[in-house]
Structure formats: structure tokens, C-alpha cells
């Protein structure tokens, strides 16, 4: 703490002000690391988008973010550490992370859902699975960097990204029904699916 309060220019007073305990510090740092490097999907491309193009734009946003979220890895494995020694500190960061975690998987699910409505997924796609997957897949790979960072000779996590969450939109739409081609930029309207 003395450190760290010297690093910032406060008092090692000022500090407990705004952290209680060295615990409260080090899962604010773990939750900002977590949030700095969160995406606003509202952001990602043309706002009439088909949600396949959006997931593809958010597949290439998080491919960008991959070297700056695994060079953090190591502070938070240290992090995780130190609060899996500490029961009440343990539980408040699970906690802090759920919510980081629900926010990244209902954003994934609302594409899911928004191309489903556009009747671009398969009948009777597992939204849940898919989103189970995708969040799996990128936690992976940010898993494998710190001990194989040629990622089975993808050669970086931003061409393991692209390559594996690209072929998981891939493959959940690939044997959905046919529908009308929009031009770039627009989207079909909800509900409005076509047979083949």
C-alpha cells in the first residue's frame, strides 16, 4: 500500500480512504482491468447491420483487444492469488465479476437473439450454448497465451481469435435458412424468414 501510494502521489491515509483494504484495492484493479477493455456493441459497425455482420465486426474488435487483455493476465493471476486466501474478499470479487461477465454474455445473446429475429440462425439454434462457447473459446485462448503464445502455430491470440470465434459465427449460420441478400448496411426485416 505504501507503494502504491507513493506511485499515485497521495498519503497512504488518502488511499484507505477510497480503499478499505488491500484486498478492496486489488479487486478494483482486477474488475477495471476486466471493464477497461469492454466493447460497445452499439459501436461496431453500421447501426442497421445484420446481427451476423455485427458478431463478425465484434469477432475483428476483439481480435484487436487480445494482446492488451493477455498482457494483463499475469497481474490478475497474481490477483487471484492473493483473494483466493481470503474467503469475504474471495466472494465480493466472484461477485464483481459475475456482473462483468453477465454484461459480456447478454451482449453476445442479444445479437443471437437480434439474428434470430431477422431469421438468419437455424431453427432451433441454442442461443445459451452458442454464447456458452464464444465466451469460452476467447477465455481459452487468453488461457493458452501465457504458456503457448504461437497458439498452435495460429502464430499471435489475434489470428486465434479471428480464427476461432470466425468459425463459430460461420458454422451457427451456415445451415440457416435461405433468405433474402440485403444490400450492405441493411437488414431484413425481424420476423421475416423465407423458405427455401
Known amino acids: 500500500m505504501e507503494e502504491i501510494a507513493a506511485e499515485a502521489q497521495v498519503s497512504k491515509g488518502t488511499l484507505y480512504n477510497y480503499f478499505q483494504s488491500k484486498e478492496d484495492l486489488l479487486i478494483a484493479t482486477a474488475v477495471d482491468a476486466h471493464q477497461r477493455h469492454g466493447i460497445d456493441l452499439d459501436a461496431l459497425g453500421s447501426p442497421n447491420a445484420t446481427a451476423r455482420r455485427r458478431l463478425e465486426v465484434l469477432v475483428d474488435a476483439l481480435a484487436d483487444l487480445f494482446e492488451a487483455i493477455s498482457s494483463e493476465m499475469p497481474m490478475s493471476q497474481q490477483i487471484?492469488?492473493?483473494?483466493?486466501?481470503?474467503?469475504?474478499?474471495?466472494?465480493?470479487?466472484?461477485?464483481?465479476?459475475?456482473?462483468?461477465?453477465?454484461?459480456?454474455?447478454?451482449?453476445?445473446?442479444?445479437?443471437?437473439?437480434?439474428?434470430?429475429?431477422?431469421?438468419?440462425?437455424?431453427?432451433?439454434?441454442?442461443?445459451?450454448?452458442?454464447?456458452?462457447?464464444?465466451?469460452?473459446?476467447?477465455?481459452?485462448?487468453?488461457?493458452?497465451?501465457?504458456?503457448?503464445?504461437?497458439?498452435?502455430?495460429?502464430?499471435?491470440?489475434?489470428?486465434?481469435?479471428?480464427?476461432?470465434?470466425?468459425?463459430?459465427?460461420?458454422?451457427?449460420?451456415?445451415?440457416?435458412?435461405?433468405?433474402?441478400?440485403?444490400?450492405?448496411?441493411?437488414?431484413q426485416p425481424p420476423g421475416e424468414r423465407q423458405s427455401k
Do not use: C, H
Not at 470479487?93 to 437480434?114: K, P, W
Open 80 to 187: 487471484w492469488g492473493v483473494l483466493l486466501r481470503a474467503p469475504e474478499a474471495r466472494e465480493r470479487f466472484f461477485g464483481s465479476l459475475r456482473q462483468v461477465y453477465e454484461g459480456y454474455r447478454s451482449q453476445i445473446t442479444s445479437l443471437l437473439e437480434d439474428a434470430d429475429r431477422e431469421g438468419s440462425l437455424p431453427a432451433g439454434t441454442d442461443i445459451r450454448l452458442v454464447t456458452t462457447t464464444w465466451i469460452a473459446i476467447f477465455d481459452g485462448l487468453l488461457y493458452r497465451q501465457g504458456f503457448d503464445p504461437d497458439l498452435d502455430g495460429f502464430g499471435s491470440g489475434r489470428s486465434a481469435t479471428k480464427a476461432a470465434l470466425g468459425w463459430l459465427v460461420k458454422r451457427v449460420f451456415e445451415s440457416a435458412p435461405q433468405t433474402r441478400n440485403p444490400p450492405d448496411g441493411e437488414t
